[in-house]
């Protein structure tokens, strides 16, 4: 058994901050091992594979990134400072993001491979790239290259 599996690194270093007191990422992790076990749940399932807690991660990820912009927006630094901190930890979970160039590339073979040629095809074409680069990248960015490459 090679390397470990995602949602068992995430839980084992739930444990790890239960120990040393880290409260912050002790309650980040929690809330992601909570959500990974929901998923198991609704899904009927024994454990994630690493592309499925990606996705989860990247679900709460997304949900700290709109937190910081409302709290920044209501003047509470505070708060958007705490989401930032953890934020911070989420991401060290994520896979490797792809650079520009990668995802242009990317993106580009979908197009042929979907045989898209208009906005009309965005959906599909976004489908196909968020399966291939599973949590690697910012739905937005992803967006913004799809946009520029369909007429």
């Known amino acids: 058994m090679g390397q470990m599996a995602l949602h068992e690194r995430i839980e084992n270093d739930m444990k790890s901050a239960m120990k040393e007191g880290d409260t912050v ?4 992790l929690r809330m992601l091992v909570a959500a990974i076990k929901q998923f198991e749940i609704d899904k009927n399932i024994k454990s994630p594979s690493d592309a499925d807690t990606a ?3 990247s ?3 997304k949900q700290h990134r709109e937190s910081i912009e409302q709290f920044k927006k209501g003047n509470r630094s505070d708060l958007a400072e705490k989401e930032a901190s953890e934020l911070k930890i989420l991401e060290t979970y994520m896979p490797a993001q792809l650079g520009e160039a990668e995802l242009l590339d990317i993106v580009k073979n979908v197009i042929s491979e ?3 040629t208009t906005k009309a ?3 599909k074409v976004m489908k196909a790239v968020m ?3 599973r949590g ?4 937005k960015i992803i967006n ?3 946009m520029r490459l369909l007429k």
């Open 136 to 139: 690697q990248a910012d739905g």
């Open 131 to 133: 399966e291939k680069i």
């Open 55 to 57: 996705q989860i991660i």
């Open 114 to 116: 979907t045989g898209a």
């Open 59 to 61: 679900k709460q990820i």
């Open 25 to 28: 990422k002790l309650s980040v």
């Open 121 to 123: 095809d965005m959906g």
């Open 144 to 146: 913004q290259i799809v």
